[in-house]
């Protein structure tokens, strides 16, 4: 009797273990899609907002009166940060890149002009807002030209467009894949007590008193699955910031707690439901269904 009782114990923890595993590798696939939707998130803003708008200045504008149109400026809302371009920094520019001095062929006159470099915020970083941009820049004194680079801006916006749409499918594709990977999952887990559950069922027990042990039990299996799943996708994380360290500008601290925070959602969740759908439909068999299955 006793080595009866041993081996169904032990086969209940193997069966504890399998579900923890099965669900831990389904949450890690939903964990990476969660986590690749919240940094994409955050490369196409930080793409965005390296996207460089120069205001070319006329020759005979003055230092004094640049800094003027800076500090008007940053008090536009589109307006992320200016960087202001002196004649003399232009030169050295150009003489650092040329490798001798431009001024020696204009009779030691400066032929660059001053500009100003504008940085937009991600939600003006597109063709539709910078058209207008364009517009209300050039109305400032002694601007010549405004020039951006239109057709990356249009490649930028649409590689990110067709990036989040991938990432949607496969998120919603995804989530009903393992749904139905822990469903059957934990199904088979009840399966092997479902003689206990008639059993329960005939001295009287409710539905929701037998129910109640294997939705606790699946929540805690859902539970540990995600604690797994979590320092499985923190491993990767740690990974790619050892190999790119820059990988921290775009994976913030933000977007790792919304995704561990998503996968214990979706871990406990996920489990809740299967353990109710599984048990409720054992409870429904009658007992000559019970050997049928």
């Known amino acids: 009797m006793g080595k009866k009782r041993n081996k169904t114990r032990n086969r209940h923890g193997l069966q504890a273990i ?3 595993i099965s669900t831990a590798l389904v949450l890690i696939l939903l964990g990476l899609v969660v986590f690749s939707v919240l940094a994409g998130r955050n490369l196409s803003s ?3 907002e390296n996207l460089v708008v120069t205001m070319m200045l006329e020759q005979d504008m003055t230092d ?4 003027q149109i800076c500090s008007s400026l940053k008090m536009r809302p589109y307006i992320k940060q200016i960087h202001y371009i002196s004649k003399e920094e232009s030169l050295k520019e150009a003489t650092r890149a040329m490798g001798t001095d431009p001024s020696e062929f204009t009779n030691g006159v400066n032929p660059f002009p001053s500009s100003i470099e504008i940085t ?5 970083a597109n063709n539709d807002s910078l058209k207008w941009i364009s517009k209300e820049l050039r109305k400032y004194p002694k601007v010549s030209e405004i020039n951006y680079q239109k057709d990356l801006v249009d490649k930028v916006n649409q590689n990110l467009y067709r990036i989040g749409l991938v990432l949607i499918v496969l998120a919603v594709l995804l ?4 749904f139905s990977l822990i469903n059957n999952t934990i199904r088979l887990s009840v399966y092997a007590r479902r003689f206990s559950i008639h059993t329960m069922k005939l001295v009287g027990a409710s539905w929701g008193f037998i129910r109640r042990p294997f939705v606790r039990r699946a929540i805690w299996e859902g539970v540990i699955a995600a604690f797994v ?7 990767c994380v740690f990974a790619l910031y050892n190999y790119e360290p820059d990988i921290l500008t775009v994976v913030t601290w933000q977007v790792m707690a919304i ?7 979706f871990g406990i ?5 299967c353990a109710n759908i599984s048990v409720n439909k054992f409870l429904r068999m009658k007992a000559g269904e019970l050997y049928k299955i």
């Open 18 to 20: 399998t579900l923890c």
């Open 46 to 48: 930080y793409v965005k």
């Open 64 to 67: 004094p009166e640049a800094q």
């Open 120 to 124: 937009l915020t991600s939600e003006y």
């Open 175 to 178: 989530t009903f894949v393992s």
């Open 229 to 235: 799943a979590c320092l499985v996708l923190s491993g």
């Open 259 to 265: 995704t561990a925070a998503s996968v214990f959602l």
């Open 269 to 273: 969740i996920i489990t809740a439901i």
